[in-house]
């Protein structure tokens, strides 16, 4: 991650905004004593908010566990078979 103190970022916005756009890309702000602050892109930032709202769901959780045991030990089901439970 690049980290720029609040008056670089300022005299380079626009090449920090076309970095910052680029998937996996962020940039550290840093100002005096404040906390940092992070530029990424919105698809960046949806991406972290969406898991966010998963980790915070314990059933989602729990059913995305349960998904991976059964991957790591064998037991699959046919897309046909999901398609007819969802009645697709």
């Given at each position: 991650?690049?980290?720029?103190?609040?008056t670089?970022?300022?005299?380079?916005?626009?090449?920090?905004?076309?970095?910052?756009?680029?998937p996996?890309?962020?940039?550290?702000?840093?100002?005096?004593?404040l906390?940092d602050?992070?530029?990424?892109?919105?698809?960046?930032f949806?991406?972290?908010?969406?898991?966010?709202?998963?980790m915070?769901?314990?059933?989602?959780?729990?059913q995305?566990q349960k998904?991976l045991?059964?991957?790591?030990t064998?037991?699959?089901?046919?897309?046909?078979?999901?398609?007819?439970?969802?009645n697709?």
């Amino acid at each position: 991650m690049k980290s720029i103190s609040a008056t670089n970022a300022r005299n380079q916005l626009f090449d920090l905004i076309e970095q910052a756009g680029k998937p996996g890309s962020v940039v550290s702000i840093t100002h005096r004593d404040l906390p940092d602050v992070v530029l990424m892109s919105y698809d960046e930032f949806e991406g972290w908010v969406e898991t966010m709202e998963v980790m915070a769901n314990p059933l989602l959780v729990e059913q995305i566990q349960k998904g991976l045991n059964e991957i790591s030990t064998g037991k699959k089901t046919s897309l046909a078979a999901v398609k007819k439970k969802l009645n697709m």
